[in-house]
Antibody
Framework: EVQLVESGGGLVKPGGSLRLSCAASGFTFSKAWMSWVRQAPGKGLEWVGRIKTKTDGGTTDYAVPVKGRFTISRDDSKNTLYLQMNSLKTEDTAVYYC?????????WGRGTLVTVSS | DIQLTQSPSFLPASVGDRVTITCRASQGISSYLAWYQQRPGKAPKLLIYAASTLQSGVPSRFSGSGSGTEFTLTISSLQPEDFATYYCQQLNSYPLTFGGGTKVEIK
């Protein structure tokens, strides 16, 4: 059974940093493209960014609102996906989901809440 | 960026109704479209990918169609567990984008 478990969310002040983790199991993590998606309270879904497999170059792509502030990485030896978030803004407040990625976002974690507030 | 416009935003319906949700793309995306269902407080769940392919385990009352710029999600006979919010997503080009959502509510 595929499992994605996000962690690392919490309350942070504007301008601060936070690193989210997503522990993956039940599939070959090193062969999976992965994405982060966020959802602000009461709002719709917003794609944050994607990382390809090392075989496919390990490259990343980001949504414009987070480009230059957020960094996605992966540790295939630990089956873990990361989202490093710097220079956080109040508008980054959201539930952050990690997903497996391909023709669609097949599997989703339960999400972790990030609140950016002074 | 490719914009996805879903209609309607809210859809009052009753159990047993046939329900259709439309997703229009601002430019052609071939068949690179997926549909998700999200129940309150839960993560989204993939229903349809490649515009019309039913994800494994999803009931056959769900179906998707379309290509290019216009797509539809149809629920043939609405069940109580189908009252939820539905999102379309394009995977044709970066940035990947979602539609604004359609909330299917009890009439």
């Amino acid at each position: 059974e595929v499992q994605l478990v996000e962690s690392g969310g919490g309350l942070v002040k504007p301008g601060g940093s936070l690193r989210l983790s997503c522990a993956a199991s039940g599939f070959t993590f090193s062969k999976a493209w992965m994405s982060w998606v966020r959802q602000a309270p009461g709002k719709g879904l917003e794609w944050v960014g994607r990382i390809k497999t090392k075989t496919d170059g390990g490259t990343t792509d980001y949504a414009v609102p987070v480009k230059g502030r957020f960094t996605i990485s992966r540790d295939d030896s630990k089956n873990t996906l990361y989202l490093q978030m710097n220079s956080l803004k109040t508008e980054d407040t959201a539930v952050y989901y990690c997903t497996t990625d391909g023709d669609a976002f097949y599997e989703w974690g339960r999400g972790t809440l990030v609140t950016v507030s002074s | 960026d490719i914009q996805l416009t879903q209609s309607p935003s809210f859809l009052p319906a009753s159990v047993g109704d046939r329900v259709t949700i439309t997703c229009r793309a601002s430019q052609g995306i071939s068949s690179y479209l997926a549909w998700y269902q999200q129940r309150p407080g839960k993560a989204p769940k993939l229903l349809i990918y490649a515009a019309s392919t039913l994800q494994s385990g999803v009931p056959s009352r769900f179906s998707g169609s379309g290509s290019g710029t216009e797509f539809t999600l149809t629920i043939s006979s609405l069940q109580p567990e189908d009252f939820a919010t539905y999102y379309c997503q394009q995977l044709n080009s970066y940035p990947l984008t979602f539609g604004g959502g359609t909330k299917v509510e009890i009439k």
